[in-house]
């Protein structure tokens, strides 16, 4: 492999020839020979958004020569339109700062109008870094890729579950099955009832996203370093900022206390902790349609899901509830994830926190993964379900709970007496009423009409 030497103010290092990276990444690259998981796709596209804005600023400022901020402008549209992918390789375990990532954009960013112009005429620290800091651009970064991808990803696709879940809670309104508690038989409900539950989970879990997300919209820029804004032009965070917003859509802000913004993730983590919610209600309804779907002759087979691949390579014709457990996996991962982000926003010593990349990382693996795995779910499991009528019938028919709507007509007691004995004696309910004494065949049947249990 041919290779060039680059220069920085550690001395020199070789690298590959065809690369659009420096020195400073070289060294990262090279130091930290740590797992597969690389700096996160979303991460590196609103960064170049931050360099893109801030060349802009400083333009306007006067402070930034305009061919140059031009250069930087395009290169960092390049980047955005994910042409340079191959050019950010550095591992999110390298420095908590991110200090490396941010030279990574620098030294591409600086490299690819170089490379245009046929000089070195923009340098990665004093052009396309001016006024800033990692410490200040980083977390804004952050900010931007998460508000960015549950805006545009996560939360339509909840309003798509949404969507699905009304239409089959319609389709059953008046589909009457029997309800658990505790696992056990409890009284009847009708099916568009019990879809009423997800539903309105999945309502409230974006809701509660939404809600949360004003808290990632105060960006940290302009606090450089330490949160005292030195060395930044007194007008570049707000400027910046409002480009930001104009660009995006989105209702971001300039945090009101920089050294907040850089030291605390607190955002992070009550952001992530409606992601968990979410993840929680997920978990939940996965569990309830694979219970309802168990089967199909020794389950409870109450509805069918559709078939999408062999369940087996042993037992022939079996099939699985792959969507759920998909699903159900995504959520475990997403409740670990939560505490890795918790605990590194805990560990803003003094003015910086330094677990920002393993937040980040955490961060949008589960709003990629709740976005992706919820769509799946709903595309191949929620569309196809389909309710057995019969068999919700007949389990209502043999539940011993419909003896709940006799209490008030002859007590409690009275009532679980008859209930243990239908089940004791394997009687139907009505049989075991009859033979109490306490009521007529007729009474029965107009005291426990399952329609008017509901």
């Keep these: 492999m041919k290779k060039r030497i680059e220069e920085d103010a550690f001395g020199k290092v070789a690298v590959p020839m065809d690369r659009m990276w420096g020195a ?13 998981e690389k700096m996160p796709e979303e991460l590196i596209t609103t960064y170049a958004l931050v360099k893109k804005a801030a060349a802009t600023t400083y333009a306007d400022l006067g402070e930034l020569d305009a061919q140059k901020a031009k250069a930087i402008c395009e290169a960092c549209d390049e980047i955005i339109e994910g042409e340079w992918e191959d050019e950010f390789p550095l591992p999110v375990w390298q420095t908590g700062s991110g200090t490396q990532t941010n030279m990574n954009l620098n030294e591409v960013i600086a490299h690819i109008a170089n490379a245009k112009k046929g000089a070195d005429w923009i340098h990665p620290n004093d052009d396309v870094n001016k006024g800033q800091s990692t410490n200040d651009t980083f ?3 952050m900010h931007l890729s998460g508000a960015l991808l549950i805006q545009r990803r996560l939360l ?18 008046s589909t009457i099955k029997i309800g658990r508690t505790h696992l056990q038989d409890a009284t009847p409900i009708t099916f568009g009832q019990e879809i009423s539950g997800w539903r309105e989970m999945m309502r409230q879990n974006a809701q509660m996203i939404q809600d949360s997300l004003r808290y990632l919209l105060q960006l940290p820029i302009g606090g450089t370093a330490v949160g005292t804004g030195l060395n930044t032009h007194a ?8 480009r930001l917003a104009g660009w995006t859509k989105l209702d971001f802000k300039e945090s009101s206390n920089k050294f907040h913004g850089l030291s605390s993730k607190d955002a992070f983590v009550h952001v992530h902790g409606a992601l968990k919610a979410l993840a929680a209600n997920a978990l939940k309804m996965a569990n309830d349609i694979r219970w309802l779907a168990s089967g199909p002759r020794s389950g409870l087979g109450e ?5 999408n691949e062999p369940g087996s390579s042993i037992m022939p014709g079996k099939v699985n509830p792959t969507q759920a457990e998909a699903l159900s996996m995504v959520c475990v991962q997403v409740m670990g994830n939560d505490t890795a982000v918790g605990v590194a926003a805990s560990q803003g010593n ?10 980040i990382h955490a961060f949008l693996q589960s709003i990629r993964l709740l976005s992706d795995s919820l769509d799946s779910f709903n595309k191949r499991c929620l569309a196809g379900i389909e309710a057995e009528e019969e068999a919700m019938s007949r389990l209502v028919e043999q539940s011993v709970m419909l ?7 002859i007590g ?3 009532a679980s007496r008859i209930a243990k004995k239908a089940h004791r004696e394997q009687l139907t309910l009505k049989e075991a009423a009859v033979r109490s004494g306490l009521l007529t065949a007729e009474e029965f049947d107009r005291y426990t009409d399952p329609g008017k249990m509901v």
């Design 24 to 36: 400073q990444t070289q060294r990262s690259k090279d130091n930290f020979p740590i797992g597969t």
């Design 139 to 141: 977390p804004t970064a």
């Design 156 to 173: 339509p696709i909840l309003e798509d579950v949404q969507k699905t879940l009304e239409t089959l809670e319609e389709a059953h309104e």
């Design 235 to 242: 007008e570049f965070a707000e400027k910046t900022v409002s």
């Design 303 to 307: 509805i069918s899901i559709p078939i």
């Design 350 to 359: 003094f003015e910086l926190n330094v677990y920002m990349p393993v937040i």
């Design 403 to 409: 003896v709940t709507a006799l209490s008030p007509h």
């Design 412 to 414: 409690y007691d009275n």
